[in-house]
Structure formats: structure tokens, C-alpha cells
């Protein structure tokens, strides 16, 4: 049986309004999607390794032959890092993935990439999920160097949905993604980076992705939207 994961993005959570939307969608067809919290009550310290122990954890405690990921912005990077490494999984459906995340925050805080002694210790992230500024360890830009060197090249069929009016992560980072990539698709939406203008027609996509793939047997008609 395919189990489904949902990996929400950063500063973010387990009940954002993109993961309820998938969540509510999901449970419509009678299926669970498992949705982990992947700062593990940590924040201020959490790494990328430390969000992939997390679902590694979770896929081992599945374990299952067949597992598709769902990952908005910086779950969508992560769902790619997954794919990339675990052979149980067989797509990936990704909403902004945030490829480009150590370079885009480099520029926003302005660190320099090659002098680590010059960066703070900590740095000040809104949050959405408590609707304040919280602080995160500069580590996690130290840790992500140790991802930027991923290829990608494992041939895992993807879905990517971008706004062509994203702000933070720009629609040219997914373009360029695919690029390369023919086991990839782009599906440009007139939206931002949020993707809430589409909030109900996301979760009916994804689920026509995985049943092409024959990775999802729906129970019911899905609603056109």
C-alpha cells in the first residue's frame, strides 16, 4: 500500500493552511497522510539533517515499499533531498520548492558565504505558525552546505506548481530545475509564493498526479475545480 507524507515549509507546521487543505482532501477518499512536525519542538536549532532524521525516522517507522511526498517551499527542497536518497519513494508532488534555500538566505541576511566567524549566532525568522519573530541558530546555513552538492538525478517522477508571482522563491528557480530533469514537470499558477488563491484546487491536482502514476486509487470522484 502507498502511504503519503506531507512536509510543510519553513518557519511553518503540521497545521498550516496548505497542510489542512491536503489533510481534509485526503481524508475525503478515505486515506491518511501522515504530516510530521519537522522542527521536533526545536526551532531554534533545527538543521536540515535534523528535518531529514525526522522523515527518515517516519519512513523507517512506515515501512513501506511505496511512499509519495507532498513538500511546500522548504518541504518541497526536502521531499526532493528524500526522493533523492530512500528508494521507497516513487514521486513527489512539489508546491515552491525552496532549491535555492542556502544562496536566497545568504542574500536576505547577508552573510557571507566564506566567512563563517562573521555570521551571528542567531537570526530573527518570522514564524507562522505562533504569528511572531522567533530566533533560529545560524547552523542551519552552515548545515545546509552539506546538501548544496546534491545532483538530483535520481529519475523519480515530480510535479512542481510555482507562482509566477513568487517573491521569495522565484518561478526561475523551478525552471531551472526542470531543465535538466525530464522526469520533471512545471505547472506555472497565477499566484505568489503561498498559493492560497488555489488552495482547493492543489490537493485535487496532486491526487490526479499519483493516480496517473497508479500510486493513488481513489474511492471517490474528485470535485472539478
Known amino acids: 500500500m502507498t502511504e503519503f507524507v506531507y512536509l510543510h515549509g519553513f518557519a511553518s507546521g503540521p497545521s498550516s493552511q496548505k497542510a489542512s487543505a491536503f489533510k481534509k482532501k485526503f481524508k475525503e477518499i478515505g486515506i491518511s497522510i501522515y504530516i510530521p512536525d519537522l522542527e521536533g519542538g526545536n526551532f531554534e536549532n533545527m538543521t536540515l539533517s535534523s528535518q531529514l532524521n525526522i522523515i527518515f525516522n517516519l519512513l523507517n517507522q512506515l515501512n513501506s515499499k511505496e511512499v509519495c511526498l507532498i513538500g511546500s517551499s522548504m518541504g518541497g ?5 528524500v526522493a533523492e536518497l530512500r528508494d521507497e519513494v516513487k514521486a513527489a508532488y512539489l508546491i515552491a520548492p525552496g532549491f535555492n534555500f542556502l544562496d536566497r538566505w545568504m542574500n536576505n541576511v547577508k552573510l557571507d558565504f566564506n566567512d563563517e566567524t562573521s ?3 542567531k537570526i530573527p525568522v518570522f514564524h507562522y505558525r505562533y504569528f511572531e519573530t522567533k530566533y533560529i ?4 546555513f552552515k548545515d545546509a552546505k552539506n546538501w548544496g552538492s546534491t545532483s538530483f538525478n ?3 517522477p515530480s510535479r512542481i506548481i510555482h507562482g509566477i508571482y513568487d517573491e521569495v522563491v522565484p518561478i526561475d528557480v ?3 530545475f526542470i531543465a535538466s530533469r525530464p522526469w520533471c514537470s512545471l505547472k506555472e499558477l497565477d499566484s505568489d509564493h503561498g498559493l492560497l488563491s488555489h488552495l ?3 490537493p485535487n491536482d496532486c491526487m490526479e498526479f499519483f ?3 497508479d500510486l493513488l486509487s481513489m474511492k471517490k470522484k474528485l470535485k472539478a475545480d
Open 77 to 81: 527542497y526536502l521531499a526532493s533531498l
Open 119 to 121: 555570521w551571528k549566532s
Open 137 to 140: 541558530c545560524s547552523d542551519i
Open 154 to 156: 535520481r529519475e523519480i
Open 174 to 176: 523551478s525552471k531551472k
Open 200 to 202: 482547493e484546487w492543489m
Open 211 to 213: 493516480k496517473k502514476l
